[in-house]
């Protein structure tokens, strides 16, 4: 029987964090892929998580955000510890450098999102795992804050801590503390231990005989991380009742259309989307506690008349393994015979967001909005939001795939998604 990948690191860890325990602290296995990827590939930065918010001109304090920016930062080991490589192994050293909140200039002929978009691709690998950034129009009526995060330091329940303790923080403009309680510290320690376990645990013979009967027959098109990208975006009606169940399938068979609209491959290709939580009991701790699972996209046409309820059910077994480490999933697929790097050639994420309390500063809600152009980490990237309706955007490596297929794709995609939803009402 094989050495678990979590084992393996737990021993690491024990062995570099002797001499200093209070000093260094764990790493869920997302984390430490974040970290190993972007020491190979510094130039990509896909692994930055940024939100967009419009506010009505003169709206936001420079020094009163700075100040809010802190003293959330100050209260969570992940934002202001750093991550860092000990002997070789990644860890969270309890204090990094501090949260960053700053006007960013717009160029004579520029725009706000233009500035934005030129300061996140110029993200330092070893900054600060928070800041917020905003510029105004020179010639509009409203300013952009862009909120980002090291996406070791978030996930989806981590952004919906932030934004409810940032709007508070900046309401009550109260000095930042020193640092983190000791139990802030001891929680997000118990929170990462549990972590481990629970990977450790789901990384056994029958995870790996699933992912290896599910994967096998993987070839992926020679995906990984993307620099230029085009964005395409559609508004659809909310899905409710019955069909609210369907979303996310409908939304695997309908990123994997368009996936093969674009790679023109006749295998299955890889299709990453992010899942998870909190293990039961773990205390409320920010970081990435996420894992990335694998679906098979199987070529199925734009006319979204495949078998919606058998992808469901594949995809409810898949679920059952959902806390099998991706780096296992991987050795599952290639000890099956799949001659497949690892890398992903599509990625798709459904973000809820009657989960996220709106950013409100200076008694103003920010109106979300979204930028083109930043990193991906895979060639493709769907993501949606539900909310008063179902936002979807595709973007997609403009260096890779001419326009004109991403069109075709994105038409694939919305006819196959609103089939299943009309189909599911």
Request: charged residues 20%.
């Amino acid at each position: 029987m094989h050495a678990s990948i979590t084992a393996a690191y737990l021993a690491r860890y024990r062995k570099a964090a002797a001499d200093s325990p209070a000093e260094l602290l764990p790493l869920t296995g997302a984390q430490r892929r974040f970290l190993i990827t972007r020491r190979l590939a510094p130039q990509t930065r896909s692994d930055v998580v940024p939100l967009f918010f419009a506010y009505p001109r003169g709206t936001l304090d420079e020094r009163r955000l700075a100040r809010a920016a802190a003293a959330v930062a100050a209260r969570h080991p992940a934002l202001c510890g750093g991550f860092a490589a000990v002997r070789g192994t990644p860890v969270l050293r309890t204090g990094g450098p501090s949260a960053e909140a700053a006007r960013i200039a717009v160029a004579p002929g520029g725009t706000a999102r233009e500035a934005l978009r030129a300061a996140l691709l110029d993200w330092p690998v070893d900054g600060p795992a928070l800041r917020l950034l905003f510029a105004r129009e020179p010639d509009g009526d409203e300013e952009l804050l862009a909120l980002a995060l090291d996406h070791a330091a978030c996930d989806e329940q981590s952004l919906g801590v932030l934004t409810a303790e940032l709007s508070q923080a900046y309401e009550a403009d109260e000095p930042p503390a020193a640092g983190p309680a000791p139990q802030a510290l001891a929680d997000y320690r118990q929170a990462v231990e549990l972590q481990l376990t629970a990977e450790d645990a789901a990384g056994g013979p029958a995870a790996q005989a699933h992912w290896g009967r599910r994967l096998g027959g993987l070839t992926g098109a020679g995906g990984g991380a993307a620099t230029a990208t085009g964005m395409l975006t559609e508004r659809l009606p909310a899905a409710e009742g019955a069909a609210r169940s369907a979303v996310f399938p409908a939304l695997l068979d309908a990123v994997g259309a368009a996936a093969h609209r674009l790679y023109r491959e006749a295998g299955p290709l890889a299709l990453g989307y992010p899942w998870g939580g909190r293990p039961p009991g773990a205390p409320a701790a920010l970081g990435c506690f996420l894992n990335t699972l694998v679906h098979p996209a199987d070529p199925a046409g734009p006319a979204g008349t495949g078998d919606l309820d058998a992808l469901a059910d594949a995809w409810w077994d898949d679920l059952d393994h959902a806390g099998t480490p991706f780096d296992e999933v991987v050795r599952a697929a290639r000890t099956a015979g799949a001659p497949w790097s690892g890398a992903l050639d599509a990625m798709l994420t459904l973000e809820d967001l009657h989960r996220r309390p709106p950013l409100v500063l200076g008694g103003t809600p920010g109106r979300e909005t979204h930028l083109a152009g930043r990193p991906l980490a895979a060639p493709l990237a769907v993501s949606a939001s539900h909310g008063d309706n179902l936002l979807v955007r595709l973007a997609w490596d403009s260096d890779r795939f001419p326009e004109a297929d991403a069109l075709a794709a994105f038409d694939d995609l919305l006819a196959v998604l609103r089939h299943h939803l009309h189909a599911h009402v």
